[in-house]
């Protein structure tokens, strides 16, 4: 084995010396009569030290694209560097090459690179990869070396335009020595490393020269070639499999020379730098939260069904029933708006409808003041509103507040009640909430109560009629025979005093009572009163002094005729004047006669009597002490003259006022607010004591003992 990596080189025969001729420059593409170099590598030397040329073999079908990634191959020792330089003389006109400048390769071997990928080559495995030696023996024209064996050789570089190319120098031919020399190679790719891929794209610029005179020339020549063009064969190989695409040969110059290029996924991956601890934190949480997303639509899926189910199983049947009545009456409801509970108290379904937009009258008006609105369950909150014909609100408030209210007037009102369950009324967050609302309109028609206190009345005494509370606030009116002063406020409404003359027409009286606009009749019977008399042989016999109803002062007169005031005998009554005992000598209703006959005063019938209106009084002592009957308002006290002496008129309300005339000394004076029992003043010998309502007189005697029923209503 030794021998065969050897190589032999044989001493071709002393030829002539061709003619130096300047070559010319390298191009792409051969000259047509350059031989064609051969495209595989020689035979290796027979036995007997003679070279056997093998048939050129098809060139290698390119490597398929390795692994981009790259692995450090084993380096084999480089063998010692043998260069043998030419003679000066042989070659006076041209350069030698440097050591190192690669040898180019032959253009015509270069196969254009085919549009589809190229399978890798199966290529033999070399046993034999040790660098190859320099021979002992001298060099032959034809190497033995094997293809398989043979190492790609270093191209020359491109010539620039700034530089000439080192073939357009002349130069002789090398001696075979030379020759044989030059086709040693003592530096391979594979023990310097990878050969870069713009050295293998070049083509080589040597051209045979036309001359050449002898076969062994020519034979040397075409060996150191075949060498050349294989080294290149095996370089544009290994460089090809290297490389993802080649570029394509084109007819031009052959392009610049470019760096590798390494771009598969594999180079990718490498040359993408390790992310960082935030990055993978980053894409960690990011895919976390993608996770989480899907979980939290995946379940509000499944939540929305259910609320979907809940939220149609949630019908109208569940809305609560409510009641309302107003005075008797059932009322309908005008709106509503319920939320039924779907989930909890956190999803409702509403149901919302307006039922009637104008309030719903009722066909029966009310005849109380003070009627009853009644709403079944009683558990909810209520809010009433009812405002009058004026829209002025007359009451705001719960349902069971008014209760108590009581209409002024009657009229026309409007009222809007609304019904509400909240969440914070129930005791169960689940429940039903919302509100529900009846507008309703209706007519107060109140007839007011008219009484008749007393339906049996005796002469001089006091007929008493009350009416209730009235809606309009206007003062009943009261028609009929008997003089009246009127209808005054009183505790429940009003009420109206009817003094009966003394001589007041017996029998049934009919009375007319007007009030908010109803209109009712009432029957009083009056009954006759026991009265005495008295007669006198002469004028000189009659009771003094007297003061009869048509009597009375100017003073007096004027003041019985004016309006009265409240009520004020309502606390203690009437007592008498005296505390200690008195005589009468004058009644009420008492008639004195003058002359008359015996039959006439057996029949109390005669003409030119008189009959007393008022009382009088003749006290036990002199000058002694009277109060005050009843409480009342002093509207005169002075001293009139005459008969009269000192007047007092006190004012008890209600158009009744006490009359005393004949006191020597007063102890009020007008203006004066006076209480039951207050001292009044001093008495003379005689007092007239007189009672009226209005310009009525009345029988004071039965008022001063109580005995008077009218009086007694207030």
Excluded at 218 to 243: F, Y
Excluded at 382 to 410: C, H, M, P
Aim: with cysteine; hydrophobic share 35%.
């Amino acid at each position: 084995m030794e021998e065969d990596k050897k190589s032999t080189a044989v001493q071709p025969e002393e030829a002539p010396k061709p003619k130096p001729r300047r070559r010319k420059a390298a191009s792409p593409q051969p000259a047509a009569d350059t031989p064609p170099a051969p495209t595989d590598s020689a035979e290796p030397p027979a036995a007997d030290g003679q070279t056997t040329k093998k048939p050129a073999a098809s060139p290698k079908k390119p490597r398929a694209k390795k692994n981009t990634k790259k692995t450090a191959k084993p380096k084999t020792p480089r063998a010692a560097k043998t260069v043998k330089k030419a003679p000066a003389d042989e070659t006076p006109e041209r350069k030698a090459p440097a050591q190192e400048s690669p040898v180019p390769a032959a253009p015509e071997l270069a196969e254009p690179k085919s549009e589809s990928k190229p399978e890798p080559p199966e290529t033999p495995a070399r046993e034999d990869a040790a660098a190859p030696t320099v021979p002992d023996v001298p060099s032959t024209p034809e190497l033995p070396e094997s293809a398989e064996r043979a190492e790609p050789a270093v191209t020359e570089p491109e010539p620039t335009a700034d530089a000439p190319a080192a073939d357009d120098t002349p130069a002789a031919e090398a001696p075979p020595e030379a020759a044989a020399a030059d086709t040693a190679v003592t530096d391979t790719p594979e023990q310097t490393g990878d050969v870069p891929a713009e050295d293998a794209a070049e083509p080589s610029g040597l051209v045979f020269s036309d001359d050449l005179a002898n076969d062994k020339a020519l034979a040397a020549e075409a060996a150191r070639m075949a060498n050349i063009s294989r080294t290149a064969q095996l370089s544009i190989a290994q460089i090809m499999a290297g490389l993802e695409e080649d570029p394509a040969p084109s007819a031009g110059p052959a392009p610049a020379s470019e760096a590798p290029q390494h771009d598969s996924a594999d180079d990718d991956e490498d040359d993408e730098p390790q992310d960082t601890i935030p990055q993978a934190l980053g894409r960690g949480v990011f895919g976390m939260f993608k996770w989480l997303l899907l979980v939290v639509l995946f379940v509000l899926i499944i939540a929305g069904g259910g609320v979907a189910w809940l939220y149609r199983s949630a019908t109208p049947d569940m809305l609560p029933e409510v009641k309302v009545t107003f005075d008797g009456q059932e009322l309908a409801p005008t709106a509503y708006k319920w939320h039924v509970p779907v989930v909890g108290s956190f999803f409702r379904r509403t149901y919302a409808e307006t039922l009637n937009s104008s309030p719903v009258v009722l066909e029966d008006a009310i005849s109380d003041a003070s009627p009853d609105i009644i709403v079944t369950p009683s558990d909810y909150s209520t809010q009433l509103t009812i405002t009058d014909a004026d829209k002025e609100t007359v009451y705001e408030g719960s349902a069971t507040g008014f209760r108590s209210y009581l209409f002024a007037e009657n009229g026309t009102f409007d009222a809007k009640l609304v019904v509400t369950a909240s969440d914070s009324a129930a005791e169960d967050r689940s429940s039903v909430t919302g509100t529900e609302t009846w507008q309703f309109r209706f007519t107060v028609s109140i007839k007011p109560s008219v009484t008749l206190c007393t339906p049996t009345v005796q002469q001089g005494s006091v007929a008493a009629v009350r009416v209730g509370s009235t809606m309009s606030r206007t003062e009943p009116t009261l028609t009929g025979p008997l003089e009246s002063t009127g209808f005054v406020r009183a505790a429940n409404g009003w009420i109206c005093y009817l003094p009966i003359p003394w001589n007041a027409e017996t029998g049934n009286t009919e009375l007319t009572v007007t009030a908010d606009g109803y209109t009712e009749t009432l029957t009083l019977s009056v009954r006759a009163a026991s009265y005495s008399y008295k007669d006198y042989s002469t004028k000189s016999q009659l009771t003094s002094p007297y003061i009869g109803a048509d009597d009375a002062p100017d003073a007096v007169r004027r003041l019985l005729t004016t309006d009265g005031g409240e009520i004020q005998w309502a606390v203690g009554g009437f007592v008498q004047p005296f505390l200690d005992s008195f005589d009468t000598p004058l009644l009420y209703g008492m008639t004195e006669y003058v002359g008359r006959s015996y039959s006439e005063r057996s029949t109390n019938y005669g003409y030119g009597g008189r009959t007393s209106t008022n009382v009088v009084i003749k006290p036990k002592k002199s000058k002694d002490s009277m109060i005050v009957p009843a409480s009342g308002h002093v509207l005169l006290a002075e001293d009139l003259g005459g008969s009269y002496g000192y007047t007092v008129v006190i004012d008890h309300g209600a158009g009744l006022r006490s009359i005393f005339y004949g006191l020597t000394a007063l102890d009020v004076k007008a203006g004066d607010d006076v209480k039951q029992g207050q001292l009044l003043g001093t008495s003379g010998r005689t007092v007239v004591a007189e009672l009226r309502i209005g310009t009525v007189p009345i029988n004071p005697l039965l008022v001063w003992r109580g005995q008077c029923d009218g009086l007694k209503y207030f």
